[in-house]
């Protein structure tokens, strides 16, 4: 894995979750503007699946396993869009604060692929 990315990654997902809860705390729902910011999040964790599944494909294993590595990638992929689907059927304060949890999942399911990896 590359180590860089998934600290990039992880950062701007914890960003992410930071604006999201000020806007939640700030009673707002999400913005055009979150959006934007889970599309850059959401291009990071699309890189890093591309990332992993080449690293797989040239035949490199993962300590822990393929299987629960896949698994890991697949859900860190799939994290963030899904809470903002989530917030544009809540439109209310609880939108910004699912994006937020979002956030940090992401940034949590990041660490553990480092683990995986065996980082």
């Known amino acids: 894995m590359l180590v860089a ?7 701007a997902a914890l960003a ?3 604006w999201c809860g000020f806007a939640a ?7 055009d503007w979150h959006f934007i910011g889970m599309g850059v999040v959401t291009f990071l964790a699309l890189v890093q699946l591309i990332v992993g599944i080449v ?7 993962p ?12 859900g860190s992929f799939a994290c963030v869009p899904a809470a903002g689907f989530m917030s544009l059927a809540e439109r209310t ?3 910004s604060l699912t994006v937020a949890a979002g956030g940090v999942v992401l940034a949590v399911l990041q660490v ?3 683990d995986i990896w065996g980082g």
């Open 63 to 74: 300590e822990q396993g393929t299987t629960i590595f896949v698994a890991y990638l697949l």
């Open 93 to 95: 304060r609880w939108g």
């Open 5 to 11: 990315l998934t600290i990039a990654t992880a950062v």
């Open 55 to 61: 690293l797989l494909a040239r035949g490199e294993d």
């Open 112 to 114: 553990r692929l480092y």
């Open 25 to 31: 705390y700030r009673d707002q729902p999400t913005k």
């Open 16 to 18: 992410l979750a930071a």
